[in-house]
C-alpha cells in the first residue's frame, strides 16, 4: 500500500492529519518518553484514562538541551489541585533525571471535558491532531475530522485578548533575571507565532506546527508585522531573557492579534475557567 500524500498538513480530503508518532521519537529522547509512560500510572491508578506526548519529541524534530517535554493525561474524572501538583513535580523529575530536555508541562482534564461539545474544536482538535498515544484508549476515533477553518481558528487561539491582562501582570511581576524571564519569552513566542498563524489558517489552507513555517504563512498576508512574528518564531526556539521583547509583545502585538483575531474570526466560546480571576 502507498503512503497517502500529505500537503500542507492536510489529506487528499483537505483534513489535517494527525501529526507525530512513537516512531518518530529520536533516539536520545526515548528514555525520556518511555520514563513518562512507567511514572503515569503510578501518578493517578485506576482514574488514568489515556496519556499522550505532544510537541516536537512525537514530530521528531526535538533537539537536545533545548526542547521540553509536553504531556497530556486524560482522567476519568475531574482533576485536582492534587493531581497537577503531581504532574508538575513528574516533569521536575524528568527534566533533572534527563538532560536533553529543558523543562515540559503536563496538561490534565477528564475524559468528559475532552469530548464535550464545549471543546470539540479545541481540546478535541488538540488530542485528535497534535497528540500522540502514549497509554490507555486513544480518543482520536471518538472526534470528529477537522479542516482548517475559521471556526477551529475562533476555539483555538479566539481568547488572546483575555489571557493578555494576565500575561502583563506576569512580565510585571517577573524579577528580570534569566531565570525568570526566559521561560515567559519562550512561552508568550510561541503562544503569538502559533495565535498569528492560526488567523491566517484558513486562507492558507493547511497545518504546520513549525514555528518558522507559521511565521512565514502569517507574514505572506500581513508583511508590515511579519517581521515582528518571524522574530517571535526565532525566540520560540531559541529564548531570550529580555524584558523589552515581553513588553513589545503585552502592548504592541498581542493588542493588533486580539483585535484582528476578533474582527476577523470572532471570540472564542468562554470557559468555566475563564470567570476566574
Known sequence: MTEAVVSRGLDALGYIVREGSLARVTHDFQPVVAAARERIPGLFGARLHSAYVNGSIPRGTARVGRSDVDLLVVLRDEPTEADRAAGRAMIRTLDAQFPQIDGGGTLLFSRARMLSDLERHDLGFFVACLCTPLLGEDLGPDLPRYRPDALLARETNGDLALFLPRRRERVASADGSEASLRPLVRFMSRHLVRTAFTLVMPRWNGWTSDLHEMAAAFAAYHPAR?????????????PRGDRAVLSSYVDDLGPWLAGEYARVHGV?????????P
Open 226 to 238: 511579519g517581521v515582528q512574528v518571524r522574530a517571535a518564531a526565532l525566540l520560540g526556539y531559541e
Open 268 to 276: 472564542k466560546a468562554r470557559r468555566p475557567e475563564d470567570a476566574q
